[in-house]
Each structure stands twice: as C-alpha cells, then as structure tokens.
C-alpha cells in the first residue's frame, strides 16, 4: 500500500486528515497515512491522535523533515506548512525519492516555484498541487457544459467578490506581503478555475490597493497589513475570449461573489465553491434568452469520477446539500486519491506543479502589472522577465 506522510499540522494539516476520513467512509481509503511532522511535537501529536480516531492507525510523529525521510521513507508527501517552507520541505523529500503533492500556492515566489517543478523533473517524480476549487461536482458539469457548447463560443468570463471587510482572515500572516499576501492566497483559486473552464491565459492587467493597512482578529487584537487587499483587472485566454477580475478582501456591506461565463449562445451563472448549489444557464436561442431546465440532458456523456461520485452520493449531480466541512474534506480526499493514483499508475496528477506555477504567477501577475504600468504576458512572469513585485517582497524565511 502507497505511504504517504503529511507535513504541517496546523489547520490545513488537520483538514486533510478528515479528507482521508471520509475517502475512508466512502471505502476509497488505497494509502497509508505513515507519518505526520511538524516543527511544534505537540502539533504533530495532536494530528496522529486525531488520524488514530479519524483514520483507524495512529502515524508516526516527527518534528524534523529530514529525519521522517530516512526513517519513514514514505512513497510521498503532503505539504501542508506555510507557503515560505514549500520549497525547502519539496527539495528535501524529492531528494529523498518521494512524490510531493503541495497545498497551493505552490510556493512563496514564482522564482521558488520555477526552482520546485525543475527539482520534480529532474528526480523523476510527481509533483501535484492541492487545487481543490475545481473539483467540486458542480464546476465540473460547469466545464463539461462549456466543453459541449451550451453557451457557444466563450468571449468572457467575469469572476468577482467582495468579502471580509477589516476582519483578519483565518491567519494574520496572510495580510503580510512577505508572506505572499491574501491576493495570492486566493488569487491562486481563481485563476486555476478561470483555466480548468477556458485555457490558458496570456495577459493581465491589474489595479490594486492595501484597503486595510490594519487587521483585526476574532479576540479584537489588531495586527499590521501590508499587503494588497483589492485587485481589480483584466485577462485574455488564448482563445481571444476574455476575463473581467475583481477581488476584494476588504469589502463592507453585502458579500457579493459572481462568477460568470459568457459566450455567444448565452450565459452560465457558476455559484460560489463549496455550497453545492445548481447553475444557472441562460440560452439564446432563436433571438431570445431563455432558462436551460434540464442541464443533465445537454451533456449526456457527463459523469463524475468514481471517488468524486462516493464522496458526493451520485455520478451525475446538479447540485447536493452538506456541511462545508464536509464538503470541504470530500474536495481534499478527491485531490490525495488522484495523488496516489498518479503515484501508482504513473501518469501526471491532475493539477500539475506546472499547473499551480501557471496559477501563482497569474495571481502575481495582476499585482506585477499594477506595480510597472502595463499588461504583462504569462511568458513574462514565467520566465522571470517580470517579478518586480516578486523582488520586493523581502521575504522572511
């Protein structure tokens, strides 16, 4: 059986726990959890107690990478630290001949990202990132009703929202530029999704702004922010279509989130990830708009795979009713069975880290673009020939 060891404890560690729970329930459990470290021994403790009574085996713990790699030996590892350690903890365990799978963003930097998916390339093993938007049963029919041609021939996609207002979001660190910035940390999502439903991007172009230069936590303690919380843009697929952007982390008032494709046979309204709620198809036909009632019916073909079909109850959904949580921990075991499956079979796993450097540097491309002025092209960003912001942000390691 596949051994995989988790590193990093912390709150995402601990979400991938119950994901392997509920791959367990569903009788989708193929890999061994073997290992668990984190700097902090009582962290790593904590998770092993929590795999004995979630996962049925109690994995051993470890507060050094280096020394869980020689003693454990896992096929691969799930990396679950800070964005600033991807890439030491990556390079250690492709050293030590195990597949990496890494939460997004990839890493801290594109820079350290190039770096990362060259390491996997050259030591022969897989590298995946932990993109768990699109594997939600409803952006995937999304996809295979765009892919059939409900809506035609895509011209634009819109993907905006406004949440949070000064409130600090989930960790304080996330609002410090040197620590990647809450632009990136979502940003990432939603140029993965915009991709997965219409290619490759080409070129952005971005405004944006540090709204809340302070943040303030659930206890009411104030915490400095300096990274940018508003990007507003622009972007154009390679298929010419294009894509309005907007995501403000420090929006008052009524939370707003739409995400939209328009196409030249009409419009596919997508709900926010992780609610199960249906779409929303709109189809011009004969000079009029009108309400598509039965989506099933337009992708006859569509199935959803068999791991994501016993987590979610059903191959063919159009919506579903759980708990976030749940369905939070069905989209993270979804993403460590295509892992393994990548692992034992061979092939590339579904969101490559070629994949999750693309969605990095598009993410910082927005905030690149506003700092120098102009559009910047994905070729750019990739290749290093614009990281002016990247060179700023004096990262602490």
């Not at 096929?75 to 001949?97: C, F, N, R, S």
């Not at 328009?262 to 926010?272: A, E, K, Q, R």
């Not at 693309?358 to 993410?363: I, K, Q, V």
Request: charged fraction near 25%; glycine fraction near 10%; include cysteine.
């Amino acid at each position: 059986m596949t051994a995989l060891a988790l590193v990093g404890c912390g709150g995402m560690g601990r979400r991938h726990i119950k994901g392997m729970e509920r791959l367990r329930a569903a009788g989708r459990l193929n890999f061994e959890l073997a290992a668990v470290c984190d700097v902090m021994p009582a962290s790593a403790d904590a998770a092993a107690d929590m795999a004995a009574d979630l996962v049925g085996s109690r994995p051993d713990t470890y507060a050094d990478v280096e020394t869980m790699l020689k003693a454990v030996k896992p096929d691969g590892i799930i990396i679950t630290t800070t964005p600033e350690t991807h890439t030491k903890v990556g390079m250690a365990a492709l050293m030590a001949g195990a597949h990496v799978m890494a939460e997004k963003p990839i890493t801290l930097t594109v820079a350290e990202g190039v770096r990362l998916v060259e390491a996997a390339k050259s030591a022969g093993r897989r590298l995946a990132v932990a993109e768990n938007y699109r594997r939600d049963p409803i952006n995937r029919l999304a996809r295979a009703l765009i892919d059939a041609g409900a809506v035609g021939r895509p011209f634009l996609a819109v993907q905006a929202s406004s949440s949070a207002g000064e409130k600090v979001i989930i960790t304080p660190w996330r609002h410090r530029k040197n620590r990647g910035g809450i632009i990136i940390d979502m940003g990432v999502h939603y140029a993965d999704i915009l991709e997965y439903f219409l290619g490759e991007m080409t070129t952005v172009f971005g405004m944006n702004a540090v709204v809340d230069a302070e943040r303030v936590d659930a206890e009411g303690s104030l915490h400095a922010a300096d990274a940018e919380d508003l990007s507003v843009g622009v972007a154009q697929f390679a298929s010419g279509a294009l894509a309005n952007w907007m995501l403000s982390m420090a929006g008052r008032g009524e939370n707003y989130f739409k995400r939209t494709i328009y196409g030249t046979g009409g419009s596919l309204d997508i709900p926010p990830d992780r609610t199960g709620k249906p779409l929303t198809l709109i189809q011009r036909i004969d000079g009029a708009d009108r309400a598509a009632d039965d989506l099933l019916a337009l992708v006859p073909d569509f199935h959803l795979d068999p791991v994501t079909a016993a987590l979610f109850g059903g191959d063919r959904l159009t919506h579903y009713n759980m708990t976030w949580a749940d369905i939070d921990a069905n989209l993270l075991g979804i993403e460590q069975a295509d892992f393994v499956d990548a692992i034992e079979s061979g092939r590339e796993p579904e969101v490559t880290g070629a994949m999750g450097l693309r969605s990095l540097a598009l993410a910082f491309g927005f905030l690149e673009s506003g700092l120098i002025g102009r559009p910047v092209a994905a070729d750019e960003l990739l290749s290093g020939a614009a990281r002016a912001y990247e060179a700023g942000m004096e990262v602490v390691r």
